[in-house]
């Protein structure tokens, strides 16, 4: 058996992994930048319209004012 088992190659044929690599890397930083565009989407849609609570001082005591109870009726 011989040693090498590969036939001569090129030195050109050494440096044709790194375009793919280069190539998935884009895409994984792609997919990434993509994901937290649509998380951003979603938490603007859910979050972003809701009221915001009245923080005054009478909506306060009204708040935290007892209820007044209505008298049972017989």
Do not use: C, Y
Not at 13 to 34: D, K, N, Q, W, Y
Not at 38 to 48: N, R
Request: proline share 15%; charged share 20%.
């Amino acid at each position: 058996m011989s040693r090498s088992a590969v036939p001569n190659a090129p030195p050109e044929s050494f440096s044709a992994p790194r375009r793919p690599l280069r190539r998935l890397t884009l895409e994984l930083f792609g997919i990434v930048a993509l994901k937290i565009a649509a998380l951003t989407l979603i938490w603007w849609v859910v979050f972003v319209p809701q009221p915001k609570p009245d923080v005054s001082a009478d909506a306060i005591a009204q708040r935290l004012a007892p209820t007044a109870h209505a008298p049972p009726e017989a």
